[in-house]
């Protein structure tokens, strides 16, 4: 939900989701504290972390849901997704299985979501060039077919992570005021 906070504006609560591996923790990471981990661990003590967004005269506190793991024997259970106004949906794009298995997670946003979510599509690890298994523009075309937002990023060289947040924020600020 939506409520006024000390020096901002609004909170927004949005959540991060898609299979284990695919640059969920770094993504966020390197948003929150421009930080980035070679090695791959489960999160730990971190359910969220703020971060604040100017989105043109208001200010926006952004706190951003992290997995523990739990993706990987596919049990997030609602609570993580209750008043979460946004969700960012990770694949790999080194990894098909990672995007065939976005229709899952599609599902299980539209049993557990609000049904006006601003879901951003995210294609990570767009650094890794020579082995790509997903075309952009399959990424793109899925994101059309659903009516999702869709960016590549590459949260190891901070290529458009601040950008697909702020495309998640916005959007969610244009449908709550
Ligand atoms: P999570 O399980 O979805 O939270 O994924 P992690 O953030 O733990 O990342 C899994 C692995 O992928 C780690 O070894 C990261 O270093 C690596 N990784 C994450 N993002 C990128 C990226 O943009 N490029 C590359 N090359 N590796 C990444
Ligand atoms: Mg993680």
Same mark, same amino acid.
């Given at each position: 939900? +939506?409520?006024?906070?000390?020096?901002?504006?609004?909170?927004?609560?949005?959540?991060?989701?898609?299979?284990?591996?695919?640059?969920?923790?770094?993504?966020?990471?390197?948003?929150?504290?421009?930080?980035?981990?070679?090695?791959?661990?489960?999160?730990?003590?971190?359910?969220?972390?703020?971060?604040?967004?100017?989105?043109?005269?208001?200010?926006?506190? *952004?706190?951003?849901?992290?997995?523990?793991?739990?993706?990987?024997?596919?049990?997030?259970?609602?609570?993580?997704?209750?008043?979460?106004?946004? +969700?960012?949906?990770?694949?790999?794009?080194?990894?098909?299985?990672?995007?065939?298995?976005?229709?899952?997670?599609?599902?299980?946003?539209?049993?557990? +979501?609000?049904?006006?979510?601003?879901?951003?599509?995210?294609?990570?690890?767009?650094?890794?060039?020579?082995?790509?298994?997903?075309?952009?523009?399959?990424?793109?075309?899925? *994101?059309?077919?659903?009516?999702?937002?869709?960016?590549?990023?590459?949260?190891?060289?901070?290529?458009?992570?601040?950008? +697909?947040?702020?495309?998640?924020?916005?959007?969610?600020?244009?449908?709550?005021?």
């Amino acid at each position: 939900d +939506a409520f006024n906070d000390d020096e901002c504006d609004y909170l927004f609560k949005a959540v991060l989701i898609g299979d284990s591996g695919v640059g969920k923790s770094n993504l966020l990471s390197r948003f929150s504290r421009n930080e980035f981990r070679l090695d791959s661990k489960p999160t730990i003590g971190v359910e969220f972390a703020y971060k604040n967004i100017r989105v043109g005269d208001k200010l926006i506190k *952004a706190q951003i849901w992290d997995t523990a793991g739990q993706e990987r024997f596919r049990a997030i259970t609602s609570s993580y997704y209750r008043g979460a106004l946004g +969700a960012m949906l990770v694949y790999d794009l080194t990894r098909r299985a990672t995007f065939d298995n976005l229709r899952k997670w599609l599902e299980e946003l539209r049993r557990f +979501a609000n049904t006006d979510m601003v879901i951003v599509l995210v294609g990570n690890k767009s650094d890794l060039v020579d082995k790509r298994e997903v075309e952009e523009k399959e990424g793109r075309n899925l *994101a059309e077919k659903e009516g999702l937002c869709f960016m590549e990023t590459s949260a190891l060289e901070n290529v458009n992570v601040e950008e +697909a947040y702020l495309e998640m924020v916005t959007k969610i600020f244009e449908i709550t005021s």
